[in-house]
């Protein structure tokens, strides 16, 4: 498998990353809200200040959900992140949170 670049995904700001590397065909998924106008893979850094500006915490959410460790492949990882995105979502009762998707092509 080719790969096109290796990002860190920050699942809390302070608490835990992990760099993992992203295949040229990617599908790449973020847990955020209605309101936030930013892209949280390609404008991150916008995209965070919005969300805990308004009280989100998006990514301490997914952080509490997504079982990780450094133990878990790549492949594991996302699949994690992305369940634990789900599952956030299906149990969201102010219906404010949803998951971002993103196809990375090359």
């Known amino acids: 498998m080719n790969y ?3 990002t860190m995904v920050f699942l809390h700001h302070y608490s835990y990353y992990k760099e993992v ?3 040229i ?3 790449q ?3 955020t809200t ?3 106008p930013y892209d ?3 404008d991150r850094e916008n995209w965070y200040r919005f969300d805990m500006l308004n009280n989100h915490d998006s990514s301490g959410r997914l952080a509490r959900f997504a079982k990780v460790s450094d133990s878990l492949s790549d492949e594991e990882f996302n699949e994690e992140i992305e369940r634990a995105i789900d599952e956030i979502v299906e149990n969201d009762f102010e219906n404010k949170f949803y ?3 993103k ?3 090359d």
Do not use: H, Q
Request: charged letters at 25%; hydrophobic letters at 50%; proline letters at 8%.
């Open 40 to 42: 949280p893979i390609d």
């Open 99 to 101: 998951k971002f998707v």
């Open 34 to 36: 209605f309101d936030n």
């Open 25 to 27: 065909m990617a599908r």
């Open 29 to 31: 998924v973020a847990l």
């Open 103 to 105: 196809e990375t092509k």
């Open 21 to 23: 590397t992203i295949p």
């Open 4 to 6: 096109l670049f290796t």
